[in-house]
């Protein structure tokens, strides 16, 4: 009986999901959606001109992935953890099989302070950020613009990257910086 509840479920999942994705590319011809499944609660935006790609990911319950006018948003990770959010004004590339645990936050963007204007003016300053492939972003970790990743890299849970982070290395604190390496081939020093 167990079992054939849990298959009920996860059809009623797939089935929810199904439709958030069909409603995300009436919505947002610019969103191209595939192999993906997306959670309850989630919010999908793509501004004029901007271009989300979904290919093969996880979005957990309750995540915000935005583009802004003109940016790009591809996310090839294997999961996005639940209520975190994407935001690009720019670009962000989020590389295959990465993972991302909950409440996780990305941005290509920070407010710019400079000339004397009052933040509400909007001003923002923006550079890429680019997640390399099999990354692992530990739960509330953040990844701030400007920033690349390299394949294998670990960042701590709570974490705040300012930084580039080499491919096989791990960084934790705030900011972030390395813990320990390891070799792509399964060394670690």
């Known amino acids: 009986m167990r079992k054939l509840i849990r298959h009920l479920r996860r059809a009623a999942f797939l089935a929810a999901s199904a439709a958030r994705v069909r409603y995300c590319r009436l919505a947002f011809p610019n969103v191209t959606i595939t192999g993906s499944t997306i959670g309850p609660g989630c919010e999908i935006h793509a501004g004029e ?7 093969g990911v996880v979005i957990g319950r309750g995540c915000q992935l935005i583009a ?20 690009a004004r720019e670009r962000i ?24 204007l009052p933040l509400r003016a909007g ?17 509330r970790a953040t990844v701030l613009s400007g920033v690349r990743i390299g394949a294998g890299a670990t960042v701590g849970a709570g974490a705040v990257v300012t930084r580039d982070v080499a491919a096989g290395t791990t960084v934790a604190g705030v900011p972030a910086s390395p813990v320990r390496t390891t070799s792509l081939t399964g060394g670690s020093s």
């Open 49 to 55: 001109g901007a271009r989300i790609v979904l290919d």
């Open 68 to 87: 802004g006018p003109g940016a790009c948003l591809h996310i090839a990770a294997e999961s996005v953890g639940p209520h975190s959010v994407v935001v």
């Open 93 to 116: 590339e989020i590389g295959d099989g990465a993972l991302l645990a909950e409440m996780v936050v990305v941005r290509d963007a920070d407010h710019d302070r400079t000339g004397g």
């Open 123 to 139: 001003r923002h300053r923006t550079a890429s950020v680019h997640i390399g492939p099999d990354v692992w972003l530990g739960a």
